[in-house]
């Protein structure tokens, strides 16, 4: 059973930085493609970041590109979201989520096989 806990989260002023973490146990770390995702009150989750499954391709949201940055440590079975010049509008419940079958980025939430409970990340103005 594979299972996904992120960590990490909190609250932080605007213009401030996080790194959010997600600890994957229980499958081969190194072959899944993950993602990282966000649900603000109110809305629909939406796709913030991904990296292929060999760890090397990245992609992200047009909304977070040049302030985000996902990366992995295959050692500690451990992908990271971090956060910098944070806004009101990044607050939300982040999800980390791997996808086991695909070979490459994928940005939509039905194509990941395995999600986190969640951490909430709160930014204030």
């Known amino acids: 059973q594979v299972q996904l806990v992120e960590s990490g989260g909190g609250l932080v002023q605007a213009g401030g930085s996080l790194r959010v973490s997600c600890a994957v146990s229980?499958?081969?770390?190194?072959?899944?493609?993950m993602g990282w995702f966000r649900q603000a009150p109110g809305k629909e989750r939406e796709f913030v970041a991904a990296?292929?499954?060999?760890?090397?391709?990245?992609y992200y949201a047009d909304s977070v590109k040049g302030r985000f940055t996902i990366s992995r440590d295959v050692a500690k079975n451990t992908v990271y979201l971090k956060m910098n010049s944070l806004k009101p509008e990044d607050t939300g419940v982040y999800y980390c989520?791997?996808?086991?079958?695909?070979?490459?980025?994928?940005?939509?939430?039905?194509?990941?096989?395995?999600w986190g409970q969640g951490t909430q990340v709160t930014v204030y103005s």
């Open positions: 990296y292929d499954r060999s760890g090397v391709s990245t």
């Open positions: 989520a791997a996808d086991r079958g695909s070979r490459y980025i994928e940005t939509a939430i039905g194509q990941y096989d395995y």
């Open positions: 229980g499958g081969t770390f190194r072959i899944y493609a």
